[in-house]
């Protein structure tokens, strides 16, 4: 390979050892190859290293923010952000090491055990949407139950605005 013989690697000097080593695990790494254009002397090779390794930052960087595009508006994005703002929120009232783990367990927990059912999705709903859309579903049903006919609307109202969304198929 070039100015250099490999088949006496230990009598080259330090320096060009420590500098044909990086390069050909750079190479190596980046997945290149050695194909029919190579570095022939060290000079080459520290320029073929940084421009590897600045190709294979550049192509991380449009990776991650190819993924940062697609993952945009998810579940975990919202879960990221919720937990930033609460972290600054403990932070910023200093609930103490203890208090928060115990915060951040729990919504931890939440997280990875919700499911989207039709209770989870209302749920985040404000209360007072939540409430007509169950009066949509529920008031004719419980208006025909013998225990509340003759009851006021206003009563009907709150029985309905406690009822739990059914489960569907």
């Known amino acids: 390979m ?24 750079i190479v190596t790494m980046a997945t290149v190859g050695y194909g029919e254009i190579h ?5 080459e090779m520290i320029f073929i290293m ?23 508006g998810s ?5 990221r952000d919720k937990m930033a703002d609460l ?27 919700r499911s989207y059912t039709e209770a989870a999705v209302l749920q985040d709903i404000p209360e007072s949407i939540r409430a007509k859309i169950l009066q949509k579903l529920y008031e004719r049903c419980v208006r025909k139950v013998p225990l509340f006919k003759g009851c006021s609307s206003g ?3 709150q029985i309905v605005s406690h009822c739990l969304p059914h489960k569907v198929d």
Request: glycine share 4%; proline share 0%; net charge positive.
């Open 2 to 25: 070039g100015d250099y013989s490999y088949s006496h690697f230990r009598e080259i000097d330090l320096w060009t050892r420590y500098i044909t080593s990086l390069y050909f695990a």
């Open 39 to 43: 570095a022939v002397n060290t000079r």
């Open 50 to 72: 940084i421009y590897v390794s600045f190709d294979m930052i550049l192509g991380a960087y449009l990776l991650g923010n190819m993924a940062a595009l697609t993952v945009k």
């Open 75 to 79: 579940k975990t994005e919202r879960f």
């Open 87 to 113: 972290l600054k929120y403990m932070n910023r009232n200093k609930l103490g090491k203890h208090l928060s783990n115990e915060i951040t367990d729990h919504v931890r927990l939440h997280y990875e055990s």
């Open 155 to 157: 009563f009907v109202k």
